[in-house]
């Protein structure tokens, strides 16, 4: 186990055994939890995917007017289609029923665009809340998982995700709060956290 290793100070000396292990046509990625991280891990995973000549899509379901994040800058360059639906955080929404209204329009483009195929990975950043808030159906999320061709893989990121897409989900990561600079009063900073 890597703690006992880390307690010796040793260096790993055996490769896991692979032999049962096969190469997937597609995976299905979800980051959660309080912690900083989860939309950058999945715009790390987005380069990875755009180096190896994948199309790649990225649906945002949450964005204030004025709040745009530097990936989606750099990803257009890259050919990345992207779409910023919402209004913002609920919080700073002016008009709920608004940001309702174009998370669902988020979900049929990103049903759409899983269906298609013409993708080989899909982000759905911060999708999780349209799930909490019932603006969009669970059931159709973890059908378009188990309906969607072989070679799309999927990210879905935000806080609280919904068991039933964590158990479609291959790999789930959940980011743990040990602390955040806002805590102690510093704001969110370009370059940094967006
Ligand atoms: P990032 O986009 O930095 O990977 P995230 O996707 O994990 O963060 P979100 O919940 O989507 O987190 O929030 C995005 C913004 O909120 C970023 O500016 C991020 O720094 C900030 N943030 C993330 N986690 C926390 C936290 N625990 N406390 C305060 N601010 C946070
Ligand atoms: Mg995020």
Known sequence: MASEQSAEKTPPVDTPAKDSHTVASSLVLVTT??????????FGTVLRAV???????????LKSGDWQVGEEKMCRKLGVEWLAAGDGFTWDSSDLD????????????ASERIASGEYRLVVMDEI????????????????????????????????DMDQRVIDAADTVTEMVNIKHAFDNGKIAKKGIDH
């Open 33 to 42: 939890g309080h912690g900083k991280g989860k939309s950058t891990a999945a």
């Open 51 to 61: 180096a190896v000549g994948w199309p790649v899509t990225v649906v945002q379901f």
């Open 128 to 159: 999780s809340y349209a799930m909490t808030w019932d603006w969009i159906d669970v059931a159709d999320v973890v059908s378009a998982i188990e309906n969607r061709p072989p070679n799309v893989s999927l990210i879905f990121t935000g806080r």
């Open 98 to 109: 608004e940001s309702r209204a174009q998370a669902v329009a988020a979900w049929e483009v």
